[in-house]
């Protein structure tokens, strides 16, 4: 069974950075896409960033130039660095882990990233 753990959420000012991490236990975890969302108080859950099995990645407009994602297959541990972070990013961040056949993903129970200063 697979599971999914987000870690590195936080306060952080205006401009920081921060780091986060999803860890997930499976088998064959370089044929899972993973996927970092976000869900701000009052919004719809949305896509930030993912990454497939051959490395594509994929990002939501509001943070191209800003986030990046990346995995590293021998952890099973997918990371979002995220930078020049503004008060918008603010959210309760979830990682979800899509293992083959695809369709199914399992989800983790968020953590939460507070802008402010």
């Known amino acids: 069974q697979v599971q999914v753990a987000e870690s590195g959420g936080g306060l952080v000012q205006p401009g920081g950075s921060m780091r986060l991490s999803c860890a997930v236990s499976g088998r064959l975890f370089s044929l899972y896409v993973v996927g970092w969302y976000r869900q701000a108080p009052g919004k719809e859950r949305e896509l930030v960033a993912q990454t497939t099995r051959d490395d594509r990645t994929t990002y939501v407009d509001s943070v191209k130039g800003r986030f990046t994602i990346s995995r590293d297959n021998n952890w099973n541990t997918v990371y979002l660095q995220m930078n020049n972070l503004k008060p918008e990013d603010t959210a309760v961040y979830y990682c979800?882990?899509?293992?083959?056949?695809?369709?199914?993903?399992?989800w983790g129970r968020g953590t939460q990233v507070i802008v402010s200063s």
């Open positions: 979800s882990a899509d293992s083959p056949p695809l369709g199914n993903p399992t």
